[in-house]
């Protein structure tokens, strides 16, 4: 493990970069702790990439300072930071075996005696068998863990990853994210990746900053911007969100109670990132996986208490694990509910009246001022 460094790895302050009048990175404040694994996520153009190459000092920040450790690197060149990339093209040099691919930084040190580093980086990556083929030999998955490896024998303070996984299939892309997360945790070394896919931020990151419009929208750990979005671009963004418009009817200190289309429903005051009082709007939210769905001639067996809004299935797709219902309701005309595939209804088809029902604590309420489909991911967003 690397020492720990007072004040976090990477601090960046009031970093910003501007391309004559267009702006890329507003102004932003940003530790990444030690020996953390870090995302920066956000969809294309959001000023990512543009971060990750101003840590890397491959570009110069228009205002602010970037420092490693106690270390001012605001104006070293790259190969003077302790900072190594890996990007998406692997860039692999094709006539040199693997051994040597991840021997080649030390060589240009004039490092002599490489053979047992390079043997002991192959076996973290777990490709010690392969050291003699080239890359054209391996898969793309592989071919990614010959050049982090390239990149950890330099041991970076810091190693970046700009959409490393980009390239490579689904199924690939699900076994690389486990296995970059083993590497750092065996490493110790601060990971910070770059990606627009959300499920690899919260698969591997221990913290991910969401970024829209080259600022950072929000920050924390993946199960807590999953949970308490504080935006609706992050809610959105990270996954899917029901968010129905409301009034707030009454609140006390410890419960928030909302109309809308007809039905009254309770959330908690701590869930609510708005002002609260009697007539004020809300954008009331939860996720579609935390309701549940009642076929109407079911409605007396559903607990007290619970959360509920009434409506029409219009359409259902079935996913393997569950299937997803979509709701038109008084209240929402798209209510997205997803469930589990366990015991299966047959009545639960396109046309049935049922009632959606959910616990009042897995709800949450955001300010009405904004866009209600900020950050909602189009079909030209996702290719």
Not at 52 to 81: N, Q, W
Request: a negative charge.
């Amino acid at each position: 493990m690397t020492q720990k460094t007072e004040g976090g790895d990477v601090r960046l302050a009031g970093i910003s970069k501007t391309y004559g009048s267009f702006t890329a990175v507003h102004p932003l404040d940003l530790t990444v702790p030690q020996g953390s694994f870090f995302a920066l996520l956000g969809a294309s153009g959001c000023g990512k990439t543009t971060t990750l190459r101003m840590i890397a000092g491959l570009e110069d920040p228009s205002t602010g300072t970037v420092s490693l450790g106690d270390t001012d690197v605001t104006h070293l060149p790259p190969y003077k930071r302790p900072v190594n990339t890996v990007f998406q093209s692997y860039a692999l040099f094709p006539h040199l075996d693997i051994s040597e691919n991840v021997a080649f930084g030390l060589r240009r040190r004039g490092i002599k005696s490489v053979k047992k580093q390079v043997d002991d980086m192959l076996d973290l990556v777990q490709l010690g068998q392969f050291a003699k083929r080239k890359p054209h030999q391996l898969s793309g998955g592989q071919q990614q863990r010959v050049a982090v490896a390239r990149a950890l024998i330099n041991h970076p303070q810091v190693l970046l990853l700009d959409e490393p996984l980009g390239a490579l299939d689904l199924k690939l892309r699900r076994q690389m994210q486990l296995e970059l997360k083993r590497i750092q945790t065996e490493v110790g070394i601060t990971f910070v990746h770059v990606t627009h896919d959300q499920e690899e931020a919260m698969t591997m990151a221990d913290q991910v900053a969401v970024m829209n419009g080259g600022r950072v929208e929000q920050l924390g750990a993946p199960a807590d911007l999953y949970e308490n979005p504080k935006t609706t671009f992050v809610a959105n963004f990270l996954g899917t969100s029901n968010l129905i418009e409301a009034e707030v009817a009454s609140t006390t200190s410890d419960v928030v109670t909302v109309t809308c289309g007809g039905a009254k429903l309770k959330l908690p005051n701590a869930r609510c990132q708005a002002q609260t009082a009697t007539g004020d709007k809300l954008l009331v939210g939860v996720r579609p996986e935390k309701v549940s769905i009642a076929h109407a001639d079911d409605a007396d067996s559903i607990p007290d208490g619970r959360n509920r809004i009434t409506g029409r299935i219009t359409a259902s797709s079935f996913i393997g694990v569950s299937t997803q219902f979509i709701v038109d309701s008084p209240a929402c005309a798209d209510f997205d509910v997803y469930v589990q595939n366990i015991e299966r209804d047959s009545r639960l088809a396109p046309g049935a009246e049922v009632v959606l029902h959910w616990n009042p604590e897995h709800t949450f309420g955001l300010d009405a001022d904004q866009a209600i489909d900020a950050g909602v991911q189009s079909v030209e967003d996702a290719s």
